[in-house]
């Protein structure tokens, strides 16, 4: 695929055509030093792959350990030491060959390097295709509070090939394509027609491509997340509720099998307040039921998860907004919803 993706500073680019972009611009720009940030696993599956797509004479490789509990500020002294140690200057370059966690905190420190330094996502798990590797954002967690502290700070490119997915386990593609179906719903009714009717997740290159079209459009109108950014919240109110609740129990759960129960239950609330039709929440509900395997949640889970939501907000001094949509792709912002109707929403998404 040539088509590629303009960003306001960049450009999202495909499979072949993106190596050979990033090659050119490697070339091109004569980086003082390239540094390759992998996390053990995509050291492992991924690093190989890369290094036969792109012509790549000399780099150092610098290492995270995967997973969101790392996503923090001690992995980023180490990473910001072993670039310095290594000689990183103001006219260095990190490639982020990884997931979310990798692109996420790759990102923070090449924004904060010596005031910044030009970096280039490659990210290997659907999620960080469709959603995390694009948009600009970076950041890391602060105790137990995700994405608190971080940048708005573009990459100068973005690579996507579905290759490095062969490698991914089957959860980590249901989890990303939590963010798919989520794009769909909140601006593409073309896309969402093509996924409905799926039993499971449809993720080609054309979905991808698609997916991240949508993800740009919507940062491009509006990137600070003043309004239209924040419909890609949608799912995730209650997403991150639930995710938060059983993040320390036998039954963890991704986060888009999180937030394909928070959609459900986005969707039910959009009906009740916003008359959405109710055959759509219901083909809604079966598709993700079809995707993904359904959570048992009690009356005393939902009411500690409904706490939850209260108490991160109270802690924040916010008051808790819901996205909700009118229509397919029509959102509506900052809606506050009764606790009564979530509980409704539950006892839907669990009937
Ligand atoms: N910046 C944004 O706009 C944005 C948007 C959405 C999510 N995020 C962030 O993204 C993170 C989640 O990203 P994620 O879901 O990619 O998780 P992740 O980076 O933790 O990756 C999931 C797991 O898959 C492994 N892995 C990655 N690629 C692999 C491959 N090709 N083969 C085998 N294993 C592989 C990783 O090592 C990890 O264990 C969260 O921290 C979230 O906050 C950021
Ligand atoms: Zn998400």
Same mark, same amino acid.
């Given at each position: 695929? =040539?088509?590629?993706?303009?960003?306001?500073?960049?450009?999202?680019?495909?499979?072949?055509?993106?190596?050979? =972009?990033?090659?050119?611009?490697?070339?091109?720009?004569?980086?003082?030093?390239?540094?390759?940030?992998?996390? =053990?696993?995509?050291?492992?599956?991924?690093?190989?792959?890369?290094?036969?797509?792109?012509?790549?004479?000399?780099?150092?490789?610098?290492?995270?350990?995967?997973?969101? @509990?790392?996503?923090?500020?001690?992995?980023?002294?180490?990473?910001?030491?072993?670039?310095?140690?290594?000689?990183?200057?103001?006219?260095?370059?990190?490639?982020?060959?990884?997931?979310?966690?990798?692109?996420?905190?790759?990102?923070?420190?090449?924004?904060?390097?010596?005031?910044?330094?030009?970096?280039?996502?490659?990210?290997?798990?659907?999620?960080?295709?469709?959603?995390?590797?694009?948009?600009?954002?970076?950041?890391?967690?602060?105790?137990?509070?995700?994405?608190?502290?971080?940048?708005?700070?573009?990459?100068?490119?973005?690579?996507?090939?579905?290759?490095?997915?062969?490698?991914?386990?089957?959860? @980590?593609?249901?989890?990303? /394509?939590?963010?798919?179906?989520?794009?769909?719903? !909140?601006?593409?009714?073309?896309?969402?027609?093509?996924?409905?009717?799926?039993?499971?997740?449809?993720?080609?290159?054309?979905?991808?491509?698609?997916?991240?079209?949508?993800?740009?459009?919507?940062?491009?109108?509006?990137?600070?997340?003043?309004?239209?950014?924040?419909?890609?919240?949608?799912?995730?109110?209650?997403?991150?509720?639930?995710?938060?609740?059983?993040?320390?129990?036998?039954?963890?759960?991704?986060?888009?099998?999180?937030?394909?129960?928070?959609?459900?239950?986005?969707?039910?609330?959009?009906?009740?307040?916003?008359?959405?039709?109710?055959?759509?929440?219901?083909?809604?509900?079966?598709?993700?039921?079809?995707?993904?395997?359904?959570?048992?949640?009690?009356?005393?889970? !939902?009411?500690?998860?409904?706490?939850?939501?209260?108490?991160?907000?109270? =802690?924040?001094?916010?008051?808790?907004?819901?996205?909700?949509?009118?229509?397919?792709?029509?959102?509506?912002?900052?809606?506050?919803?009764?606790?009564?109707?979530?509980? @409704?929403?539950?006892?839907? /998404?669990?009937?």
């Amino acid at each position: 695929m =040539n088509k590629e993706i303009l960003s306001d500073s960049y450009s999202v680019f495909f499979k072949k055509n993106g190596f050979d =972009n990033l090659s050119n611009h490697l070339r091109n720009k004569n980086y003082s030093k390239i540094f390759i940030h992998v996390d =053990n696993n995509t050291k492992q599956y991924c690093l190989d792959l890369f290094l036969k797509k792109i012509h790549i004479s000399n780099y150092d490789l610098i290492e995270s350990c995967d997973g969101e @509990e790392n996503k923090n500020i001690e992995s980023c002294l180490k990473l910001w030491q072993t670039i310095s140690d290594k000689g990183g200057d103001r006219n260095s370059l990190i490639i982020n060959l990884g997931g979310g966690v990798v692109s996420d905190m790759g990102g923070f420190i090449a924004s904060t390097y010596k005031r910044g330094i030009n970096y280039i996502n490659v990210p290997t798990t659907l999620l960080s295709m469709v959603d995390a590797s694009v948009g600009g954002k970076t950041g890391i967690d602060f105790g137990t509070l995700k994405n608190q502290i971080g940048t708005f700070y573009d990459p100068k490119m973005v690579v996507i090939d579905p290759e490095f997915l062969n490698t991914l386990e089957k959860n @980590e593609i249901s989890s990303g /394509y939590a963010e798919i179906f989520k794009h769909s719903l !909140i601006y593409d009714s073309t896309a969402y027609n093509k996924l409905i009717n799926n039993d499971k997740p449809l993720y080609n290159l054309k979905t991808i491509y698609s997916s991240i079209l949508t993800k740009n459009k919507i940062v491009l109108i509006d990137k600070k997340e003043r309004k239209e950014r924040k419909s890609l919240n949608y799912g995730h109110t209650l997403g991150h509720a639930i995710e938060s609740y059983f993040l320390n129990s036998d039954n963890k759960l991704l986060h888009g099998e999180a937030v394909s129960i928070g959609i459900v239950l986005a969707s039910f609330l959009s009906n009740k307040l916003f008359n959405f039709s109710i055959e759509h929440v219901n083909s809604i509900k079966n598709h993700i039921n079809y995707v993904y395997k359904k959570i048992e949640i009690n009356d005393d889970q !939902i009411n500690s998860i409904i706490d939850l939501l209260i108490h991160d907000k109270k =802690n924040s001094h916010g008051k808790i907004n819901f996205i909700l949509l009118k229509d397919i792709a029509k959102p509506v912002y900052d809606v506050q919803v009764k606790t009564e109707f979530i509980k @409704e929403s539950f006892k839907y /998404y669990l009937s």
